[in-house]
């Protein structure tokens, strides 16, 4: 059998459900079967498939697979067995654009448009998202340059080669990708936290100054000596968190703040804060913006959230000290009785 790529994304790794080309003598079909039976695919299947024609550069079409989810693979080159496992120089592979997968990919790479349309380098592979499909150009030892070649020569099962530019996805589909690979080529997305890291043991909250909307500068040593409640995260959960935080605090409210931050931002070219004021609006409550990252990242580590699916709302006592925490999209029960407790 032929190994599959360990460092694909999660809903590019599932069950290889059949033999890839050259992995041991006599196993690889025809020329005249691939043909037919990736014909036979395509006719049957819900969306365009994508391959490289019948050959991309030494490598021939040698094997085509298709399982029950929708995903069809196009495998160019054969290889030699090592022990009992090998992977294909080439691979072409055809999905179904799943939002809600691709809003937890972890590590991606923001880059130029391939084609006319969004591309990543995701799991040591290029991916495309266009129409309703991913498509997936893997080379053997994550060779980009390869990759990107591949790429123009993508064509639909029984089309000509062509140069145009690939069908484009939807909006929604866009802005999860936005969100969890980051807007512009460069961006990267979340990354995997390191084997053995130490959640922050040290409830203290660090000093902070940052940048204020709407101007001037939100500082944390403006807040010490009473009791504060934090709002952090990216800018739609902040605001979220900040208005369930005051519906339920109509008296004897403690300080509440903000602090934003762009998680899937560029790390060395940050959105100016007049961006973030642009998408933000008008808020009730101070709200500063994280463009160095380290103050929002430490309420973040602090409470071992994924910044992608929800903020962080902190409880701090007058001496600065977190007493509690719940996600943004706690139930009302969860912040109210954080917010009591505070009180005390």
Not at 12 to 38: H, Y
Not at 206 to 223: E, I, K, N, S
Not at 225 to 242: F, Q, S, W
């Amino acid at each position: 059998m032929t190994e599959r790529r360990r460092t694909l994304p999660m809903w590019l790794t599932a069950v290889w459900m059949f033999v890839l080309a050259g992995c041991g003598i006599g196993t690889s079909p025809k020329p005249g079967q691939v043909d037919e039976r990736l014909n036979e695919i395509a006719a049957n299947a819900e969306r365009p498939v994508y391959y490289l024609g019948q050959q991309f550069r030494d490598w021939p079409l040698t094997d085509v697979g298709a399982d029950g989810t929708g995903r069809v693979d196009a495998i160019y080159g054969t290889c030699l067995a090592v022990v009992d496992s090998c992977a294909p120089p080439l691979e072409v592979i055809n999905q179904p654009l799943d939002s809600s997968m691709l809003s937890m990919a972890v590590g991606c790479s923001r880059l130029a448009p391939v084609r006319g349309v969004p591309a990543v380098h995701l799991g040591d592979a290029l991916v495309l998202l266009t129409g309703a499909s991913l498509v997936t150009v893997a080379v053997a030892g994550d060779d980009p340059a390869t990759a990107m070649a591949a790429a123009e020569q993508l064509r639909g099962v029984g089309a000509e080669l062509s140069r145009e530019a690939l069908p484009p996805p939807d909006t929604a589909a866009l802005q999860v990708l936005d969100v969890a690979c980051g807007k512009n080529p460069g961006d990267t997305g979340r990354m995997e936290p390191d084997e053995g890291a130490e959640p922050v043991r040290d409830m203290q909250v660090p000093d902070f100054t940052v940048g204020q909307l709407g101007g001037g500068d939100l500082r944390w040593a403006a807040y010490l000596g009473k009791p504060v409640v934090v709002v952090v995260g990216d800018v739609p959960h902040v605001l979220t968190g900040i208005q369930r935080v005051l519906a339920l605090t109509a008296s004897h409210r403690p300080a509440v703040i903000g602090l934003a931050w762009k998680p899937f931002g560029s790390k060395d070219a940050p959105a100016p804060i007049a961006e973030i004021e642009q998408e933000a609006g008008r808020v009730p409550v101070p709200v500063g913006y994280a463009a160095i990252p380290r103050p929002a990242v430490w309420f973040f580590d602090m409470t071992e959230v994924d910044p992608a699916q929800s903020g962080v709302i902190a409880f701090v006592d007058a001496d600065g000290t977190v007493i509690g925490h719940v996600r943004t999209d706690a139930t009302d029960d969860a912040i109210a009785a954080a917010l009591d407790r505070l009180a005390r």
